[in-house]
């Protein structure tokens, strides 16, 4: 958060699908995130990102994500 209280943070995302053996959906994919502020934002700009997504046939979903280093 910059000291102003102002800061907005864009994430951008690409995965394609897959079906697994015990019917749930997994979406592996990346994540592109952007700070779109004025003043020097708290959060680091274009971060670059892993993340996986999955879908049961219940429709529960679990979502992970990890920042590349």
Do not use: C, Q
């Not at 897959?18 to 003043?39: C, D, E, I, K, W």
Request: hydrophobic fraction near 35%; proline fraction near 4%; avoid cysteine.
């Amino acid at each position: 958060m910059t000291k102003d209280g102002i800061e907005i943070v864009t994430a951008t995302g690409r995965g394609d699908g897959r079906m697994t053996r015990s019917a749930t959906a997994t979406y592996p994919g990346t994540l592109f995130f952007n700070v779109l502020s004025g003043a020097k934002p708290a959060f680091p700009n274009h971060i670059i990102g892993f993340n996986e997504y999955e879908v049961d046939e219940l429709d529960g979903y679990l979502f992970k994500s990890w920042e590349r280093k």
